[in-house]
């Protein structure tokens, strides 16, 4: 080949391998900027951000719609033959509560049942309670429940001649046999709530001095400590007296309870109970007061039999009386009843809200 012919040769190949690293560099160049594949899933290591925490949320208990427990309690129905009366209007409130749309679970009778006390009187009151078709039915001991003591054998009032023949233990014994009972205060637990009947233990033929007030011996009230500590998680309990408490800090006399100061001293502990009276016969819709808070919830019950006016009178005789009881996992409700009117009472109608604080001392 001439010199020339090489030169020639020389400058084509130098041109080719110019043009080749001029294409390879703009190859290059557009790969970069070109997204690249994926790499395989096994090797992908991605960095997640850390979850921030939720905001804190009020936690709402479901609370039932429905109560737990439905009861009623009837206070003071003073079956009597002499007045006929009586026994008519317990008709009356049986007709309404057996009849009512919402559940009834039981029936609670807190104190004066009978007039005197007497076998008669407490036939009539069975012999009524077998034409219904009732739930079950408990019951406590009023003042006017020991009153066979003043009834001679001809059946009149014999205040001269007391206690005629008769003793209080037999009106204890009439009592406890309608209830099968062998003490005349009792206990029992329905949906696993409890209900708590203290009983007058003694009147005036055993113990003068206690008048129409309710005793309660230290049995007893060892035995409602003993009762109220079974309650677990801070349910409500329900405590049947029959006579109302005197005022707090105060010990009461007749017509009350008599050893009040140690029965609110064994409630103090419990925020959630509800205690309940009957004795003074106070008519709903009187104006008199039927609610107090104490460390307990206390309410005053009218009567079935004899519902009086503030002045203790019998005003209104075809007026029929008691208090409905519903039990809701947070609340208690509790609703006066007319049973004449087959109506609930507008003016004794309360929401008790419960206390959900753990209660100390109760191991």
Same mark, same amino acid.
């Given at each position: ?198 009983? =007058?233990?003694? @009147? +005036? #033929?055993?113990?003068? /001095? ?9 049995? &007893? ?99 029929? =009386?008691?208090? @409905? +009881? #519903?039990?809701?996992? /947070? ?9 004449? &009117? ?22």
């Amino acid at each position: 080949m001439s010199r020339r012919g090489f030169m020639k040769w020389l400058f084509a190949a130098f041109a080719v391998i110019a043009g080749s690293f001029y294409a390879l560099f703009q190859l290059l160049t557009r790969v970069g900027t070109q997204p690249s594949a994926p790499p395989a899933v096994a090797d992908v290591v991605v960095p997640m951000p850390k979850p921030e925490p939720a905001p804190a949320q009020d936690v709402k208990p479901v609370v039932s719609a429905e109560p737990l427990l439905s009861f009623f309690l009837f206070s003071d129905l003073h079956i009597s033959l002499y007045d006929p009366a009586t026994s008519q209007k317990l008709k009356q409130a049986l007709d309404d509560v057996t009849k009512l749309e919402s559940k009834v679970e039981a029936i609670v009778f807190t104190g004066d049942l009978t007039d005197y006390g007497t076998d008669a009187e407490y036939n009539a009151l069975e012999a009524i309670l077998k034409d219904y078709k009732l739930p079950p039915i408990y019951g406590n001991m009023g003042n006017h429940d020991y009153y066979r003591i003043w009834i001679d054998k001809n059946g009149g009032f014999a205040r001269e001649t007391m206690p005629n023949g008769q003793t209080d233990a037999e009106s204890r014994a009439r009592f406890q046999k309608m209830f099968n009972l062998s003490k005349p205060y009792s206990d029992v637990t329905i949906h696993g709530y409890h209900l708590i009947m203290m009983s =007058q233990e003694t @009147y +005036v #033929q055993e113990q003068p /001095d206690v008048g129409e007030g309710a005793w309660y011996s230290d049995e &007893q009230l060892e035995w409602l400590q003993a009762k109220l500590k079974e309650t677990k998680d801070n349910k409500p309990i329900f405590v049947m007296i029959h006579q109302p408490l005197p005022p707090e800090g105060q010990d009461g006399g007749t017509h009350r309870v008599i050893r009040a100061k140690a029965f609110r001293e064994i409630l103090k502990p419990y925020p959630n109970v509800f205690v309940f009276s009957g004795h003074t016969h106070q008519d709903f819709e009187n104006g008199s007061s039927h609610y107090s808070k104490e460390s307990f919830h206390w309410f005053v019950n009218s009567s079935v039999g004899r519902t009086s006016n503030r002045s203790f009178q019998q005003e209104a005789k075809d007026k029929t =009386q008691g208090l @409905y +009881v #519903q039990v809701y996992e /947070d609340r208690v409700v509790l609703r006066g009843r007319e049973f004449s &009117q087959k109506s609930f009472i507008t003016a004794a109608d309360w929401t008790i809200p419960l206390e959900r604080a753990k209660v100390e001392g109760r191991n």
